[in-house]
């Protein structure tokens, strides 16, 4: 008797793509800045430092929509370079947008999936933060094996970061907070830099959605942990 190899499984992602509309000066963007600010994807180790041309602290930031926050945040700190991870191309079209009206040269775009960035092209121990800001909740619990905050993937992301660099994760879904608090607190190479929420820091911006939001009374949550061990 012989047997069929079944095809590998595909994994689960935790978005759905829809690229949706870009705008024309996105797609202006898009087309003119790619190639200026975009790592392509590949299978193997990157050397960030030599991608910079500097020797700099490095913040990977995992999904950052529009791109507002990460173009904030780069202005606000000309001493860290950041690369923003994004799959949907209105966003990474918008972002460009921003880097080449604000002439920020510490950004860079990979728009791939962060699960495989980190596998594949962050070597272990380099990162000096990572931001995953306002995840998509899946709140229909159908849909919780889809969410980005899973044991494994904490475990990859605490992988990634060098001894004291943090973990910075906001969401506006009082469960969700709940469940990304218990995961990171279940991580061991993590440890909370606070009680348990912790207070906004100074460098995340609030959105115009988070204000109204707030506005109207919603919480937001920011849970902020570190790699245990002297930097």
């Given at each position: 008797?012989?047997?069929?190899?079944?095809?590998?499984?595909r994994?689960?992602?935790?978005?759905?793509?829809?690229?949706?509309?870009?705008?024309?000066?996105?797609q202006?963007?898009?087309?003119?800045?790619?190639?200026?600010?975009?790592?392509?994807?590949?299978?193997?180790?990157?050397?960030?430092?030599?991608?910079?041309?500097?020797?700099?602290?490095?913040?990977?930031e995992?999904?950052?929509?529009?791109?507002?926050?990460?173009?904030?945040?780069?202005?606000?700190?000309?001493?860290?370079?950041?690369?923003?991870?994004?799959?949907?191309?209105?966003?990474?079209?918008?972002?460009?947008?921003?880097?080449?009206?604000?002439?920020?040269?510490?950004?860079?775009?990979?728009?791939?999936?962060?699960?495989?960035?980190?596998?594949?092209?962050?070597g272990?121990?380099?990162?000096?933060?990572?931001?995953?800001?306002?995840?998509?909740?899946?709140?229909?619990t159908?849909?919780?094996?889809?969410?980005?905050?899973?044991?494994?993937?904490?475990?990859?992301?605490?992988?990634?970061?060098?001894?004291?660099?943090?973990i910075h994760?906001?969401?506006?879904?009082?469960?969700?907070?709940?469940?990304?608090?218990?995961?990171?607190?279940?991580?061991?190479?993590?440890?909370?830099?606070?009680?348990?929420?912790?207070?906004?820091?100074?460098?995340?911006?609030?959105?115009?959605?988070?204000?109204?939001?707030?506005?109207?009374?919603?919480?937001?949550?920011?849970?902020?942990?570190?790699?245990?061990?002297?930097?």
């Amino acid at each position: 008797m012989t047997f069929t190899p079944l095809p590998p499984r595909r994994p689960v992602r935790s978005y759905v793509l829809r690229q949706g509309r870009i705008s024309h000066a996105q797609q202006r963007a898009y087309d003119a800045l790619l190639s200026v600010f975009a790592i392509p994807y590949c299978a193997q180790r990157v050397d960030l430092t030599a991608v910079f041309g500097r020797d700099a602290p490095q913040v990977v930031e995992i999904g950052f929509g529009m791109g507002e926050s990460t173009a904030e945040i780069a202005a606000s700190r000309p001493d860290t370079d950041f690369i923003g991870v994004e799959v949907h191309t209105p966003g990474v079209g918008s972002l460009l947008k921003q880097l080449g009206e604000r002439d920020l040269k510490n950004v860079r775009v990979i728009q791939h999936d962060a699960v495989e960035v980190l596998q594949t092209m962050v070597g272990e121990n380099t990162l000096s933060g990572i931001h995953i800001f306002f995840p998509d909740p899946w709140p229909k619990t159908r849909h919780h094996k889809r969410r980005l905050i899973r044991p494994e993937f904490v475990r990859l992301l605490a992988s990634r970061l060098r001894p004291g660099g943090y973990i910075h994760a906001a969401t506006d879904w009082e469960h969700y907070a709940e469940h990304i608090l218990a995961t990171f607190q279940n991580e061991s190479l993590l440890e909370n830099t606070a009680r348990g929420y912790a207070p906004r820091p100074a460098y995340r911006p609030l959105t115009k959605f988070e204000q109204r939001g707030l506005k109207l009374g919603h919480g937001v949550w920011d849970i902020l942990f570190k790699k245990r061990g002297s930097p």
